[in-house]
């Protein structure tokens, strides 16, 4: 294969991944549509509806485990069935889980959409396995967190108008105890055209078959094990207020909003993230052109602030507006270095956390919509840091990252309890620590060096 060939490949299999990514980025996001319904239907505490969240990402941790011991035993089977064999039965997984929403509705059981939850989360994870490093591989090394932010950039789009048509489509247009039914069906049907796409386009076919990696030598490297927790506090923190924000801005100090309504600012939250991403793609490309560079990072937040206009009034285009501004300066100040930028993104968050815990009504409700914002960068930024100088063990290291998604399955019945509890505005104290981590880590925890233990081992 020709250079121009294998590019045009190259392109066409990073179109198709950035297709499978904005689909999994809005089925994701419906959770936190379905937690408030489910909620209500079965007549749930906070903590018991943030099971919800507890089966869809604990599966993560069940499936990468099973991945991991696989690897560790007898070898990387990535390597063996090649990355377009991982994305397509992860496909198939997710489509069978949410058929599965079908019958769950006759059958009226909690625990039933827990399981069909668990299954779908299930597919999600080889697709997550596969698909990250299959990005990763897909061009030069060098541009590799570039492309990472931009595929996650359309995970976010995914993600931001899932909560506007899945609040429509099961407050509204399918209303009542059945209202997933149809929806769900419907993303089977999605999921399985997606992988018949995938079938019919011709991949490039990247595997490593002969490259036999078994043993722990992954967890000698202390970024890795530091990040492993990180990617936990993360997408812990980051589902957790996603979650719980249709709950906080029905609450009458806060908005008084209903499900619907408060469906459409959970857009607001998601959205930020999409913005953020894409800046995070042009911040830590390797353009020359730095003019151009800089005008592109002013264009993106410019374009976000007339289309949140557009789509609602100039009062909430300008409080949107003050929040991408200081995005837009954070990257400044991050210099386009992936540990600095975490750094400054958490510690902003961590402030955004500390107003919405002291204050009420419109300044508590933007300063946790505005935390999707700084969310943006952070998981292509502690992905890289993480397997950065690993070489060989890089697939075993991804695998072990994905595993750390348990953090979405953990902290969000966390901060359910604390909910219930004390309020679920005081419920906000839970993410704030998760926050102090990624500081941390950003600043000295992402540095590659081994553990002495293991070093005196082989010397």
């Known amino acids: 294969m020709n250079n121009r060939s294998k590019s045009l490949s190259y392109t066409l299999a990073f179109i198709v991944l950035t297709c499978l990514f904005f689909m999994w980025g809005f089925f994701t996001v419906l959770n936190d549509i379905l937690i408030p319904h489910l909620k209500s239907v079965f007549d749930l505490t906070h903590f018991q ?10 599966a993560y941790f069940i499936g990468s485990l099973i991945y991991f011991i696989i690897s560790v035993s007898l070898g990387d089977p990535i390597n063996k069935i090649g990355y377009k064999g991982g994305i397509l ?8 889980g949410s058929a599965l929403f079908y019958p769950a509705t006759y059958i009226h059981q909690y625990w039933f959409y827990l399981m069909a ?40 789009l995914g993600t931001t108008i899932g909560p506007a048509i899945g609040g429509y489509l099961i407050f509204h247009y399918f209303a009542g105890v059945q209202a997933v039914k149809i929806p769900y069906l419907i993303y089977a049907g999605i999921f399985l055209l997606l992988a018949f796409v995938i079938i019919l386009v011709k991949l490039p076919k990247i595997t490593n078959p002969h490259e036999k990696v078994t043993g722990f030598g992954s967890l000698h490297y202390k970024n890795l094990v530091l990040g492993i927790v990180a990617i936990f506090m993360y997408v812990g923190a980051e589902v957790s207020i996603g979650s719980i924000l249709i709950s906080f801005l029905g609450l009458d100090e806060i908005a008084g909003l209903n499900s619907a309504d408060a469906s459409t600012f959970l857009s607001f939250y998601w959205g930020g993230l999409m913005i953020g991403r894409f800046l995070g793609a042009i911040s830590l490309s390797d353009m020359k052109n730095t003019i151009l560079k800089y005008w592109i990072m002013i264009g993106i937040p410019l374009l976000a602030f007339f289309t949140v ?31 600095r930028t975490l750094t400054i993104f958490s510690l902003i968050i961590i402030g955004l956390l500390i107003i919405s815990l002291g204050f009420t009504g419109t300044v508590a409700m933007w300063a946790v919509i505005a935390i999707g914002l700084f969310n943006s960068i952070m998981w292509s930024n502690i992905f890289t840091l993480a397997i950065n100088g690993l070489g060989k063990y890089t697939s075993q290291a991804s695998s072990m990252l994905v595993m750390a998604i348990l953090g979405g399955a953990i ?22 620590f998760s926050y102090i981590y990624l500081a941390f880590y950003g600043w000295r925890g992402y540095e590659v060096t081994k553990f002495k233990k293991f070093i005196k081992k082989n010397n």
């Open 89 to 96: 039965l992860g496909l198939a997984l997710s489509s069978i």
């Open 309 to 339: 206009f557009y789509l609602s009034n100039l009062q909430t285009a300008s409080i949107y507006g003050i929040f991408l501004m200081i995005n837009l300066l954070a990257f400044h100040f991050g210099k386009s270095q992936a540990g």
């Open 49 to 58: 509806a943030m099971l919800v969240q507890f089966a869809f990402f604990g």
């Open 411 to 432: 902290i969000p019945p966390l901060q359910g309890k604390v909910a219930d509890i004390w309020g679920v505005h005081f419920s906000f104290i839970v993410p704030v």
């Open 117 to 156: 939850l668990f299954i779908v989360g299930l597919g999600f994870t080889l697709l997550q396995i596969a698909a990250n490093p299959y990005v990763a591989v897909l061009g030069k090394p060098e541009t590799a967190s570039s492309r990472l932010n931009l595929v996650q950039a359309f995970n976010s």
